[in-house]
């Protein structure tokens, strides 16, 4: 182990050497070890990546075991690998007669499994092919006060900003403006939900780059203990 990390929910990153040291401690019995000469009551769990898959069909049931393990089975995923699947928009917010839609499938973050299905470009779904990325994050943005940084429920501000106007005192649902300003940026012609903010821009370049050197560095070997 080269390096520890607290995090915010009060688990601990390990940065291990080699991918063979971190496969060692995934395993049950040199885990308990672990624990056991640490004298600490903890869990080793593995990190993991989102990837989204396109366009499926929306007659795939994932409350169905036997289809989960189908796709599981077609692309030759087992248990330590495929983690779970969910829809990226909630089922009941799909519009009416929609036939398609984004899927999130969640793996363990082992490289060589992530750099097979990136380069292949594509998974089995119900005998389609869907093409699969990298699940791309994005800057967190609270839907009060409309900076970033933290989400509504933990929002300090006492009075709503807007997020089409960046006026005070009304939620942006409820804007009587016909204008549309930034409350970010301060800039007119666009609001501080709009993805061509120069302020959400930046904050997505450094978010992008943070993740970057986290894939070379800890993704092979880290694990929240």
Known sequence: IIAVEKLRNGGILLETNTEETAKWLREPANSEMFRRHLNVSVDFTQRTTNYVVKFVSCHLNLEEKTQVEEIMND?????????????????????????????IVTLADDGEIGERILEKGYVTIQGRRHQIERDRKIPVRCAKCQEYGHYFSDCKSTTDTCGKCAGNGHHTDACPSDNTRCANCKEDGHGATSSDCPTFQRKLKALNEREKQGNTTTALASYNL
């Open 75 to 103: 692309n030759c995923w087992d248990d330590k690998t495929f983690i779970k699947a969910r829809w990226a928009k909630a089922v009941h917010k799909r519009r009416e007669g929609q036939r398609e839609a984004h899927l």
